[in-house]
């Protein structure tokens, strides 16, 4: 732990480092600031819902076993193969 301490010492000693923490925290705390403002405009600003005419016109399949069962039989194929 010590050491730790002695270089992070040692890092806030050199004026680079200082300088590069505090610009990254500015930016950072920045951009917060601008994803709230984004947040908020994109919320007041939202519309009606608008239709895919590719996803209107495609047929529906059901994929439930493929998400269900698709990890098993991978896994299951991995672990035949480890073995």
Do not use: C, H
């Not at 917060?32 to 529906?60: K, Q």
């Not at 493929?66 to 896994?75: N, R």
Request: charged share 10%; no cysteine.
């Amino acid at each position: 732990m010590q050491t730790i301490i002695k270089k992070y010492q040692t890092l806030f000693k050199e004026p680079a480092f200082a300088m590069s923490l505090i610009l990254s925290l500015a930016m950072f705390i920045a951009s917060l600031v601008v994803s709230t403002y984004a947040n908020t405009y994109a919320t007041e600003r939202a519309s009606n819902a608008v239709t895919d005419i590719f996803l209107s016109n495609i047929p529906i399949y059901n994929v439930e076993d493929i998400f269900v069962y698709g990890p098993l039989v991978f896994w299951t194929f991995m672990i035949l193969v480890a073995l």
